[in-house]
């Protein structure tokens, strides 16, 4: 598998777009934005700019879903004890706070168990369900976790222990034997849409659970904080429900009822503000998750649901040290992974790297720095607590599914699981090799890798406005399956350039049309590369590019003005 770009313009029809200017009120370029990615019809097009959670699908659509809230509803009017378990990452977090919000406020016996990174590994386990049977535990509640856990649900059912899951990720061939399993990927499930994160199946379930009590009313903004954090954290599909949790979860955050959050925020310096999607995954988030690499994903509960403002801004203040902590790891572990990568793996269509030194808390973080650095999957190995035993995290790209690579290899793992995009794996260290092996037969008989690069609307930088990107910023958040609007112009001179900073990430380039129009543009990235790049062209003045560019709302001291960002670049063909 080899790799190379290709700009495509996405297709449109000019009376679909017609269409939706007349009768939904759009704009020339947001209606040919929705046409190009397949929205024709104006009621579609509406939900498409939804930023309010009235009329979501009904929870109760799902399979199971019935079944599982019947057996809590009887647990908490029967006084027995129930286990949440939920995972260590943002989404299995604040699924575990979701649904503990629900089971207390219906005055449930409950507690919760983390799994610990690296005592426990993913998931529910023998040692939590041994643990549960000792407590008396009568019910467990699984989220973000379970589908996969077969042996450990039977264990847990053959103990008299009632097991409901609620969980996101590929379904299994055969279900776990559990008393409900709720999940939108499975076959028979008739729920509507299928990409919610774990935090997004919680929600349902509480939803559901709350109607089953006869609870009509209770504070349905405070789990919204929760949803919107796991939503944009596990990088879930940024469409339909997801995008308008994530839209309307984002605006309360600006003012957050829960107290963690609200100490969070003024921790890291972004309290009484609006917040934004990269708030969320680039602050919050990483904050939460860093309890989990670092130390026990139970100190981010704890924060998540604490009442007492003093305690919770300690907390929350613990919990940015620890994240800094992880970021100077991160930073160190990255920089010796980039270090060991020779010619012959950056020829690889996957890279695989195994480096002993590399804590296994970051291995994830560092597959995606060196996916973003060589623009191709990468799988980062490091050695376990267990002798002998290697355990990794991969990151894939749009095109290449990592878990049914990781699949083909399952009889060589002695675990693995995931999603297309991110997976994680242990193997025998003996294994290596063939793993190595394996994986690059796989990916080579993919043949060529064409990474498509897909334009909304071809426009001249000059007809570019504020109010322009004001309008389209109404498709927000961006993420996967809605990125942000692509607009491409060719053939434009390059007349200035200059590194932006102190670290070699941004340059602003000002680009020439035929007509002598001048923008100021902002490219981010390694500038050496382009600047590379511009010398092999010519050098400034005699360079001319063709440009595919995203547009911002920029504001500067309380004023809002137009950002140009160029994403990809290339020499025009009239220059050649």
Not at 162 to 178: G, I, N, R, Y
């Amino acid at each position: 598998m080899t790799g190379r770009e290709e700009w495509f313009v996405r297709r449109t029809n000019g009376e679909d777009v017609a269409r939706l200017e007349r009768e939904a009120g759009l704009s020339p370029v947001m209606a040919r934005i929705m046409v190009g990615r397949g929205i024709t019809d104006p009621r579609t097009a509406a939900n498409a700019l939804r930023s309010d959670p009235i009329g979501l699908h009904d929870g109760f659509t799902m399979a199971d879903m019935d079944k599982g809230v019947s057996i809590l509803a009887n647990a908490i009017r029967r006084r027995d004890k129930i286990l949440v378990v939920g995972d260590y990452d943002a989404d299995g977090i604040t699924s575990t706070c979701i649904l503990l919000k629900v089971l207390t406020d219906l005055g449930a016996l409950c507690t919760y168990k983390i799994p610990n990174r690296f005592s426990d590994g993913y998931g529910i386990n023998i040692n939590i369900i041994n643990d549960a049977v000792l407590n008396g535990v009568k019910v467990i509640l699984t989220c973000d976790n379970g589908i996969a856990a077969a042996e450990q649900i039977n264990a847990a059912v053959s103990a008299g222990i009632s097991v409901v899951v609620t969980d996101h990720h590929q379904v299994p061939e055969f279900l776990p034997p559990a008393h409900a399993v709720i999940n939108p990927h499975r076959t028979d499930c008739k729920y509507p849409f299928k990409e919610l994160c774990g935090a997004g199946v919680a929600y349902k379930f509480a939803q559901c659970l709350y109607s089953e009590m006869g609870v009509d009313t209770y504070d349905e903004d405070y789990l919204l904080e929760l949803v919107a954090i796991g939503t944009i954290c596990d990088v879930v599909s940024m469409t339909d429900e997801n995008r308008i949790i994530a839209r309307y979860g984002i605006g309360l955050l600006e003012h957050p009822r829960n107290l963690g959050l609200k100490a969070l925020c003024a921790a890291n310096g972004i309290e009484d503000r609006p917040q934004t999607a990269h708030t969320v995954g680039f602050v919050i988030g990483p904050c939460l998750n860093a309890t989990g690499r670092l130390e026990d994903a139970s100190l981010a509960v704890q924060l998540l649901t604490e009442t007492d403002p003093e305690k919770a801004a300690t907390q929350a203040t613990n919990l940015t040290a620890l994240n800094r902590e992880r970021q100077r790891i991160t930073d160190e572990d990255c920089a010796m992974a980039l270090q060991q990568i020779g010619q012959d793996d950056k020829d690889q269509a996957i890279i695989v790297v195994y480096s002993p030194g590399i804590s296994e808390s970051v291995a994830g973080i560092v597959a995606g720095r060196i996916r973003e650095t060589y623009g191709k999957p990468a799988i980062v190995l490091c050695k376990s607590s267990e002798e002998g035993i290697l355990k990794g995290s991969a990151r894939s790209i749009e095109g290449i599914n990592i878990y049914e690579i990781l699949s083909a290899c399952g009889d060589i793992m002695l675990k693995f699981g995931g999603h297309p995009m991110a997976a994680g794996l242990t193997i025998e260290e003996d294994r290596l090799p063939e793993l190595r092996r394996r994986i690059q037969e796989l990916s080579a008989s993919a043949g060529e890798l064409v990474t498509k690069v897909m334009i909304d609307v071809p426009m001249r930088l000059s007809s570019a406005t504020l109010d322009m990107a004001q309008d389209i910023a109404r498709l927000e958040p961006y993420g996967k399956d809605n990125d942000k609007p692509l607009f491409a112009d060719k053939n434009l001179k390059l007349v200035g350039f200059r590194p932006l900073g102190s670290k070699g990430k941004a340059a602003e380039m000002q680009l020439a049309d035929a007509n002598g129009n001048v923008t100021r543009t902002v490219a981010f990235g390694d500038v050496s590369r382009l600047r590379d790049f511009i010398d092999k062209c010519g050098g400034v003045g005699y360079t001319f590019l063709d440009i595919c560019y995203n547009l911002s709302v920029d504001t500067y001291g309380g004023r809002q003005r137009l950002g140009i960002v160029v994403t990809n670049y290339r020499r025009s063909k009239e220059a050649s």
